[in-house]
């Protein structure tokens, strides 16, 4: 079994910044995958950013150059820097992990006002 505890929402204007962060307990040893999806009211959940074990990322093509993922050492936890926040980045969003299950936090909103 795998917790996450996420944390950092919150509301911030257009043009700001924001930093999550996600931390892993539990089996954390079989954890080969973690990353931040969102989800924003009448939409899909979708990717935003994900970090394999092995150290390679992938970002969706609406954060590029805006969002940086990053872990500790430990690979323990997760951090999302969010920077040039826009309104479309409103949503909640999810911390995920991936070992033979898959693992979600309970999300964090974040609101980016125009």
């Known amino acids: 079994q795998v917790q996450l505890v996420e944390s950092g929402g919150g509301l911030v204007q257009a043009g700001g910044s924001l930093r999550l962060s996600c931390a892993a307990s539990?089996?954390?040893?079989?954890?080969?995958?973690m990353g931040w999806y969102r989800q924003a009211p009448g939409k899909q959940r979708e990717l935003v950013a994900a970090?394999?074990?092995?150290?390679?990322?992938n970002y969706a093509d609406s954060v590029k150059g805006r969002f940086t993922i990053s872990r500790d050492n430990a690979k323990t936890t997760v951090w999302l820097q969010m920077n040039s926040l826009k309104p479309e980045d409103t949503a909640v969003y999810y911390c995920?992990?991936?070992?033979?299950?898959?693992?979600w936090g309970q999300g964090t909103q974040v609101t980016v006002s125009a």
């Open positions: 995920k992990a991936v070992s033979n299950m898959i693992y």
């Open positions: 539990g089996s954390i040893f079989s954890i080969n995958l």
């Open positions: 970090i394999t074990s092995g150290g390679t990322i």
